[in-house]
């Protein structure tokens, strides 16, 4: 039996992994407390934690988890930045769910941007209470229009293709091309310069931090709508909050937030939010925030479920311990080692 302290857990996960726990020899752990420092200790005992993108799993973590005797880190996401990858080297294997379900996220971004530029959100506000007048509900056509796509995975190529069936023109910037796709590459600065709508669809790096800025906000057309499904610390909120006020940026849509850490996934209705500036974003007409809730979808759960359960058994039960989805440090190829996954990262 495979022991796993399952962290931050919440009512749409238990029905996916409870029923994989059983066909596959799984004792899961489930913890509504997130993992951190001062929770670690609730893995001693487990052979693994299964964790989400607002775990903190740091060197200090991961030297508890190590020194309990814990062998693997399961991420249920894609996303990776919240785990010292570099600390976890030598002492605790690290394994994430690289895609579930592209086309919920990339059709999420989609029904962001519509719902913005086309005031459905505040239609709907407005219907409820019987009121049907028309006034400050003009929005713009897709159709024609250039969208800017920065990062051209699999999510960032569903959405491309999603703009091409609105007739809109894409451009798009990625540090590694998808080669023979088609796909109209610009640099950044030519992407910033064109675009009408700005979607991002690239993971957090140290090189892609606080890639939308103030200068880069400087460089973008007025009335550009940014988009971001991926990961907040892509945008410099601070730097966006006055791109809005000062009437550069047109719209923003936002499915994730930098210090999104203690306030998503959680209900906050009866609290006042010490964040003054994911308030005040809140706050604005032409902001619409939606709580990481992009991946959300029936078929993503079950595929997300079904992964990190292949993940750990194949860790555990195969001879060679080898898993396919395993993140390596040692070669600096961290989502594509050069071992060609012919074998364990150490």
């Given amino acids: 039996m495979i022991k796993v302290a399952f962290y931050d857990t919440k009512a749409y996960d238990k029905p996916s992994f409870e029923h994989l726990a059983a066909e596959n020899d799984i004792e899961f752990k489930f913890l509504e407390t997130k993992l951190n420092e001062d929770t670690a200790a609730l893995a001693d005992g487990c052979d693994a934690v299964c964790v989400f993108v607002n775990d903190t799993v740091n060197a200090s973590v991961i030297e508890k988890l190590y020194n309990s005797g814990v062998k693997l880190i399961a991420l249920r996401s894609a996303g990776y930045n919240n785990v010292d990858v570099r600390a976890a080297f030598g002492k605790i294997h690290v394994v994430h769910v690289p895609q579930y379900s592209p086309y919920a996220v990339a059709e999420h971004a989609m029904a962001l941007l519509l719902t913005s530029i086309r005031r459905i959100h505040k239609s709907y506000n407005r219907t409820r209470e019987y009121n049907f007048s028309l006034g400050g509900l003009t929005g713009f056509n897709l159709h024609g229009k250039t969208a800017g796509v920065i990062g051209t995975g699999r999510i960032g190529r569903i959405f491309i293709d999603i703009c091409r069936g609105f007739g ?54 007025k009335g550009v709508v940014i988009v971001n499904t991926s990961r907040g610390g892509l945008i410099d909120a601070e730097a966006l909050l006055h791109g809005i006020k000062s009437r550069k940026i047109g719209a923003a849509c936002l499915d994730v937030y930098e210090e999104e850490a203690n306030v998503f996934f959680e209900d906050r209705s009866g609290h006042i939010l010490n964040d003054d500036l994911l308030s005040m974003l809140i706050s604005l007409p032409n902001v619409i925030v939606t709580s990481h809730q992009a991946f959300l979808t029936d078929e993503a759960l079950h595929n997300i479920a079904e992964t990190t359960v292949s993940n750990i058994t194949s860790f555990f039960n195969n001879d060679d311990g080898m898993c396919n989805n395993e993140l390596c440090y040692r070669c600096g190829h961290i989502e594509h080692c050069k071992k060609q996954r012919k074998q364990r990262c150490f």
């Fill in 168 to 221: 809109m023109n894409v451009i798009a910037y990625d540090l590694f091309p998808a080669a023979d796709s088609g796909i109209d590459y610009v640099s950044l600065d030519e992407l910033f310069e064109r675009s009408d709508i700005i979607s991002l669809h690239c993971p957090l790096t140290d090189d892609t931090t606080h890639l939308i800025n103030s200068d880069a906000i400087d460089k973008m057309k």
